[in-house]
């Protein structure tokens, strides 16, 4: 008779009571509930440089890439078999289905659910809810939850005999009530046929049965009895796949993270894992309540030992109450919120999610079964020192792109530059290791910030990039390849211009810049002109820090930003809708010719006054343009008072002149703001019109004035106060705090009225 013996896949008990059983069984051949082509992954495995939490990740050869994971911990009761079997030349088999098919169904899946969300299906608001197994078990337990009910049941068993009879008990009755859904259930079926067969196999091959034990889940041990019966094998769906170790997290194995098989506190469990192996079933109370303490000692809270021993044994009688002999992490965690945080779990909160959960990551030797392009990404982790920042915690890393001339070598002299080339590199490929945080710096071209941390997904990411390249500069060089290839927009095709240039990558500067070359010929909008330009212009103020060849780019700038200053004026002709589009293309072709020498800056101001004076414009971006000419001293303040007697008029509808105000007001308000001159000419206008007329202008001045900051308002009020011979610090204090009721009820009345916008 073969030995089954069922587990749950994240068990500290299981794990450990699994090594006695094949201790006391002795088997000749250990049968894994796995998928049998990771069979490969076990000399990795076992390896001493291993270190847990790691996962097997299968991804297909073919885009849409899909992926699953089969994740380990050091207390798996998987990965504890397999080395037992290692530690005693034993030898072992995986027998679930291969990744290829896990991927095919996961496939199958994703299909569906799409088509279901094309198609007309029931909305989810009037679907009933059907509580699962898991979700009645909580309900019936003393626990009110099926986490706990398991850790009180299950992980506190006195011996493997009592685990090893109640986890397949628990798994029968799971079995007996669950309701999976249809796909799911038809899954389940194919797995049992297949690890059946597999079974089936290994006794057909010579071992004998009792001298044979299974490790499966709990779930599956009374489908998997039935191995004699011959049954016919179906075909199995497959998708081209390849696999890979990887490092794991245990915030990805546990359940908060969304990992349906996961626990949730691996950091806790692996506390019960060392009690069990050092043969103190109170260890993992007693280490709890210390490290929770520690931590909150750690992040400035206060925490004695006394409060530790007097939670121990708070944790005790609660475990008693409840109907147990040992302290589940539910008692622990209410006694620390009792005796440390004083009755608050916010003391206590980030110490429980660092002793529940943890920051562990995994480890796995230098080349252990990687594509290529992880191996590149370790090999320049490595070579550019940043191995200490793959860590799940984030952390800031300022890099000075500058030649470092106090460096003993060309390496050391220009690290943080390489640096920066690689992080770009991960940025252009989607690879979430580290973020961009623009500099505060103005105009330090010098200085970059970024966010750094490592998370599975930047792994999965990396891994689903081998299909680009064997390299992350190869993978790099196809993104930008396809981003090129695939845009008939100019910005795009400068956009991946620059990006070539801060991953340092030449030849893919040079390939974006002939295609950009090309598209420069075409008709294109001035939006398209100016953010092109704006692109151009960063590439050439960062070309030499970055130690690159600009000359190429200089000539298309000039030809784009002579184009863009030419059809300004016409792009300025447009409603509302495309006005905040055109003024953020005025503002980065006006950043671009102020950074750039060799642009014409008279072409720029004659196409800026054009569009100042021109009273047939969409009159917020010829006041933006008034805006730029004064911060660039080009107007004085009779020119501005003559176009403000202009523009706010009498004989000016309301609405336009409000809105070339808006647009004055859209660059260096605290220079406007000195101007008392352009105060006077509002006030006059203002005081000119009938309460008609005043009415809609305000409508228009309230939107123009609502982001000012309240210092800038208080810097206002006091020019009215100045205008009008009043205290200053009075008129402001009536303006932000009693207009604003007072005001109120004549802003409501304004609902009313049409204004014919």
Not at 6 to 23: D, K, T
Not at 217 to 240: D, Q, R, S
Not at 504 to 509: E, L
Request: hydrophobic share 40%; with cysteine.
């Amino acid at each position: 008779m073969i030995n089954f013996f069922g587990i749950r896949h994240l068990s500290p008990a299981g794990a450990f009571y699994l090594r006695e059983f094949l201790i006391k069984t002795r088997p000749e051949l250990v049968i894994i509930e796995a998928p049998v082509d990771f069979e490969d992954t076990a000399d990795d495995i076992v390896r001493p440089e291993t270190k847990p939490p790691f996962a097997i990740l299968a991804y297909t050869k073919s885009l849409p890439v899909r992926t699953i994971l089969y994740p380990f911990s050091k207390y798996s009761p998987e990965y504890q078999a397999i080395l037992w079997c290692h530690e005693n030349n034993v030898p072992f088999r995986f027998m679930d289905l291969p990744s290829e098919t896990f991927l095919a169904l996961s496939d199958e899946k994703i299909r569906k659910a799409e088509q279901d969300e094309s198609g007309d299906t029931k909305d989810a608001e009037q679907t009933e809810h059907k509580p699962d197994v898991y979700e009645r078990i909580a309900e019936k337990s003393a626990d009110g939850s099926h986490e706990t009910f398991w850790e009180r049941t299950l992980e506190q068993c006195a011996d493997f005999s009592a685990y090893h009879e109640g986890a397949n008990l628990f798994g029968s009755k799971i079995r007996e009530f669950s309701e999976a859904d249809e796909l799911d259930a038809e899954e389940t079926k194919l797995r049992e046929i297949y690890m059946r067969s597999v079974i089936r196999n290994a006794v057909n091959s010579g071992v004998a049965p009792e001298k044979t034990v299974v490790v499966t889940g709990a779930y599956h041990v009374e489908g998997l009895k039935t191995w004699e019966t011959n049954e016919e094998l179906p075909i199995l769906p497959k998708l081209a796949a390849l696999h890979t170790l990887m490092p794991y997290s245990y915030y990805r194995l546990s359940t908060r993270s969304g990992y349906g098989a996961g626990n949730k506190a691996p950091a806790y469990y692996e506390l019960i894992w060392e009690g069990l192996s050092k043969g103190d079933r109170m260890y993992a109370s007693n280490a709890y309540l210390s490290k929770i303490a520690e931590k909150t000692r750690e992040n400035g809270g206060a925490a004695s030992s006394a409060q530790v021993i007097e939670g121990v044994r708070l944790a005790a009688s609660l475990a008693k109450i409840r109907g147990g002999n040992i302290p589940t992490l539910r008692d622990l965690r209410d006694a620390a919120e009792t005796c440390i945080g004083e009755g608050s779990f916010a003391a206590v909160s980030v110490a429980v999610a660092d002793t529940e959960i943890g920051t562990k990551i995994g480890e796995l030797p230098e080349g252990v079964s990687r594509t290529s392009i992880q191996d590149d990404f370790y090999r320049l982790l490595k070579e550019l020192k940043l191995e200490k920042y793959r860590s799940v915690t984030s952390r800031e890393l300022k890099l000075d792109l500058r030649e470092n001339i106090r460096a003993g070598s060309e390496k050391s002299a220009f690290l943080d530059l390489n640096r920066s080339f690689f992080l770009h590199k991960l940025r252009v490929l989607g690879i979430q290791f580290a973020e961009y945080v623009p500099s505060r710096q103005e105009n330090a071209t010098w200085s970059e910030e970024w966010t750094i941390c490592w998370t599975p997904e930047s792994e999965i990411a990396l891994v689903e990039s081998a299909l680009k390249g064997d390299t992350i500069e190869l993978a790099a060089a196809f993104q930008l390849k396809e981003k090129v290839e695939h845009s008939s927009e100019m910005s795009v095709i400068a956009g991946a211009l620059e990006d070539a240039f801060c991953c340092g990558m030449s030849a893919a500067a040079s390939y974006a810049l002939s295609a950009l070359q090309r598209s420069a010929v075409d008709a294109v909008s001035f939006e398209e002109l100016a953010k092109t330009a704006f692109r151009l212009s960063n590439i050439i103020s960062y070309g030499d820090i970055r130690r690159a060849d600009c000359s190429e780019i200089l000539p298309i700038l000039q030809q784009i930003y002579l184009r863009a200053c030419l059809i300004m004026t016409t792009a300025c002709v447009c409603d509302d809708t495309a006005c905040s589009a055109i003024a953020n293309a005025i503002n980065m072709l006006n950043s671009a010719e102020i950074a750039q020498d060799i642009l014409e800056t008279e072409r720029w101001l004659a196409a800026l006054n054009q569009t100042a004076r021109r009273d047939d414009l969409n009159t917020k971006l010829s006041g933006l343009c008034t805006a730029i000419l004064l911060e660039r001293n080009q107007m004085t303040n009779e020119q501005l008072k003559i176009e403000v007697s202009k523009r706010l008029s009498k004989g000016v509808p309301a609405d336009l002149g409000a809105g070339w105000f808006e647009g004055l007001t859209l660059k260096n308000r605290y220079g406007l703001i000195a101007r008392l001159s352009l105060w006077e000419s509002l006030d006059e206008y203002l005081g000119s019109l009938d309460d008609e007329e005043f009415k809609r202008a305000l409508v228009f001045l309230r939107r123009a004035f609502a982001d000012f900051s309240a210092g800038e308002k208080d810097s206002i009020a006091e020019n009215l106060g100045e205008i009008w011979g009043l205290n200053g610090a009075e008129v402001s204090e009536v303006l932000n705090a009693q207009l604003d009721e007072a005001s109120q009820e004549a802003i409501d009345a304004l609902t009313d009225i049409d204004f014919d916008i």
